[in-house]
């Protein structure tokens, strides 16, 4: 697909610009009303794909809600079905909320033997609203102060389920791996956090991160590559536990396999692998 394409998806998602500019400017790069109705279902999210059916025998899925500083928090819960306890990661959306791909991506990690906890970081506003343009503008009211502390309070809430050891990690994508890095700075009860794609914190916070980060970019997200150097420089200076991956012609988003725009499976196959061997080393083997 035309680079120019994704590149306007991007903005369209993380501006946002409003839906009426963004499809008046993809018909002007597509060429037609017609040309630009086609794209349009392989940049959007297809959640039939992650759809999978909620009885499956190996897991034990539930959803649930406990109290966070600005009230309640939403999740999905996956795990192993044979009751115990499991090293427990905390699966963190993009700026869509949480939805039918990122449940599925929890169900992922507790096949690898984790209690998966998927929280909704818009459950203050309800929940995630079905409508994707409704839910990024509900991120434009997050206050970024109390998000963090309700964040902080779920990897409290994980660490103290019956069925969790208590080891902590998480994964984030995209604006979840921004708070996946936040989380890295901010609790000293998350030894492995995964960023895909995330923001990076200020270099200053880098020095009090406790525990194992991993990094995933793709080579073509310019505007999230461009605070790489500043964090592996703080990283090296604190002598922080990291590995960072680049992923040669991907695009942002390259693991989300609902949007097949963006989707590479062979660079989402191997970021995942190592996203699940890191959290085997730091949480099951530490």
Request: aromatic share 10%; charged share 25%.
């Amino acid at each position: 697909m035309d680079p120019k394409i994704i590149k306007l998806y991007d903005e369209y998602t993380h501006k946002p610009l409003s839906r009426e500019v963004f499809l008046k400017r993809l018909v002007l790069l597509t060429g037609s009303l017609t040309a630009a109705l086609n794209v349009l279902p392989n940049l959007e999210g297809n959640y039939t794909i992650a759809e999978t059916s909620e009885i499956d025998e190996e897991l034990f899925t539930e959803k649930v809600s406990f109290s966070v500083k600005s009230g309640n928090m939403n999740a999905y819960i996956a795990r192993p079905v044979k009751a115990g306890k499991y090293p427990t990661v905390l699966v963190i959306h993009e700026n869509r909320g949480l939805n039918a791909h990122i449940e599925d991506v929890a169900r992922r990690a507790a096949k690898e033997g984790f209690l998966a906890i998927a929280p909704d970081a818009l459950s203050p506003f309800g929940g995630t609203p079905a409508n994707e343009d409704e839910a990024r503008a509900l991120f434009t009211k997050l206050d970024a102060a109390a998000n963090l502390e309700n964040f902080k309070d779920t990897v409290a809430y994980a660490a103290k389920r019956s069925d969790s050891t208590g080891k902590i990690g998480c994964v984030g994508f995209c604006w979840g791996g921004g708070i996946a890095n936040q989380l890295a700075v901010n609790s000293a009860d998350m030894k492995a956090a995964v960023a895909f794609y995330g923001r990076q914190p200020e270099s200053t916070q880098v020095g009090m991160i406790k525990g194992a980060v991993q990094l995933h970019y793709a080579e073509l997200d310019e505007r999230i590559n461009a605070g790489i150097a500043a964090y592996e420089s703080a990283l090296k200076e604190n002598k922080i536990d990291y590995e960072l991956y680049m992923y040669a012609g991907v695009n942002h988003a390259f693991h989300n396999n609902t949007s097949t725009a963006r989707y590479n499976e062979a660079a989402a196959k191997l970021a995942w692998s190592r996203t699940v061997e890191f959290w085997k080393k730091k949480l099951m083997n530490a």
